[in-house]
């Protein structure tokens, strides 16, 4: 399949010598993620300037981590192993935000949901919280509709993770979950590193166990390159010839289904708004994109271009690259218009598209998805890479 060139490149591409990082100082970039619209200063530093970023839910103290260079500029708490901010700069040169969040831990815990987290042990759903492993049966804790969605009521997204280490370009968050947290057997170590490389943030998400256990690691967050209203203006292409149909439960009742000749189909740019007014009814069932996109090569060694999300008013352009099966295309239908977040934007229903890069949804219970298991002695290793440009 030939992919529109001004969609998806090359995820080799390597910026120019005057592309360079350069790091930017805690007090300018504090200024950014309160404006969203001045470029700030820009200055070399050797570490990720970190501060006080609110309270968690449960009184713990959460701190907030920034760095940046020419081309974007990012933020990240240990709450959730978070996605705070991306600002990118438009065709004109402009910095503006381009991710829904919020500037406080409270602000996060007060709207709920899974904006910007680390998804884990299991992203998405597996169907009555059933697993079964070599034979044992085990019981998960649900939290949607008798389903374990993102691992469960207390999954990765709600914990305190440890900053295992960080410099002026990458931080690298830690968690330990125990033998059955949330029903999963095994103690499983998992490790988030975001690296800002150029015009590129990338996920590098790791686990490792001591029993057989089911893991899916992915992270959540929602991107609106327009800045402000919906979603509904901005062109979307996936590099998917089938996807999951759902039930209403959002679990897969059957295999791959092709998108030709649906509104799922996005192998050529496809806009937003002329999706979500389909009358498909899958599209009703979720009341709008909710769906895994199986992506073309199944599972990579390395990351190959998978999806393009494009603002034709300002030309910002997000490419997703992973090494991962399936992309979960979410387009905020469950936003409930009642919290402002970052640069005053209304968190409200199309607000933003969720681009998550995982296994399928409840692999454990379909032998033709890719394998959800992973053992002692292996490592569980996958990537994902934003990359921002304009077009």
């Not at 501060?51 to 020419?70: H, I, M, V, Y």
């Not at 169907?127 to 389903?147: C, K, S, V, Y």
């Not at 327009?226 to 010839?241: E, F, K, L, N, W």
């Not at 999300?309 to 979410?330: E, K």
Request: charged content about 20%.
């Amino acid at each position: 399949m030939v992919l529109a060139s001004c969609f998806l490149r090359s995820p080799f591409y390597r910026p120019s010598r005057r592309e360079s990082a350069r790091w930017m100082t805690a007090k300018g970039l504090s200024h950014a993620i309160q404006s969203g619209n001045n470029r700030p200063p820009l200055k070399k530093a050797i570490s990720m300037e970190h501060s006080a970023f609110g309270q968690t839910a449960d009184g713990r103290k959460a701190s907030l981590f920034r760095a940046g260079n020419e081309h974007l500029q990012v933020a990240f708490t240990d709450d959730g192993a978070r996605m705070v901010s991306i600002m990118s700069r438009d065709r004109h040169g402009a910095w503006d935000h381009v991710l829904l969040g919020h500037d406080s831990a409270e602000a996060y815990a007060a709207e709920g949901g899974s904006l910007g987290v680390v998804l884990g042990r299991y992203a998405n759903r597996i169907a009555g919280g059933d697993l079964r492993i070599d034979g044992a049966h085990h019981r998960l804790a649900t939290n949607e509709n008798g389903n374990t969605r993102h691992g469960g009521p207390d999954g990765f997204g709600k914990r305190l993770w440890e900053v295992v280490r960080h410099d002026a370009e990458s931080i690298t968050f830690g968690l330990n979950s125990p033998d059955g947290d949330q029903g999963f057997p095994g103690e499983v170590y998992a490790e988030a590193e975001y690296r800002l490389a150029g015009d590129t943030l990338w996920l590098t998400l790791t686990a490792q166990t001591d029993k057989p256990t089911a893991i899916n690691l992915s992270v959540h967050p929602y991107f609106n390159l327009g800045t402000s209203g919906t979603i509904h203006d901005h062109i979307i292409q996936i590099a998917a010839t089938q996807y999951l149909a759902t039930d209403s439960a959002q679990i897969p009742f059957s295999p791959p289904r092709f998108v030709a000749d649906t509104p799922f189909d996005c192998q050529q740019p496809a806009v937003l708004g002329a999706i979500l007014l389909s009358n498909h009814p899958q599209l009703k069932i979720a009341g709008g994109l909710d769906h895994c996109f199986c992506l073309d090569g199944w599972v990579t060694e390395n990351p190959r271009n998978v999806a393009g999300l494009y603002h034709p008013d300002n030309g910002r352009l997000l490419r997703i690259m992973t090494t991962q099966a399936g992309l979960q295309v979410y387009t905020g239908n469950n936003l409930t218009g009642q919290f402002k977040g970052l640069n005053g934007l209304l968190h409200q229903r199309y607000a933003g598209i969720a681009l998550e890069a995982q296994n399928y949804p409840d692999a454990p219970h379909h032998s033709s998805f890719p394998y959800s298991i992973v053992k002692p002695g292996e490592l569980y290793r996958h990537q994902i890479g934003f990359q921002f440009t304009t077009g």
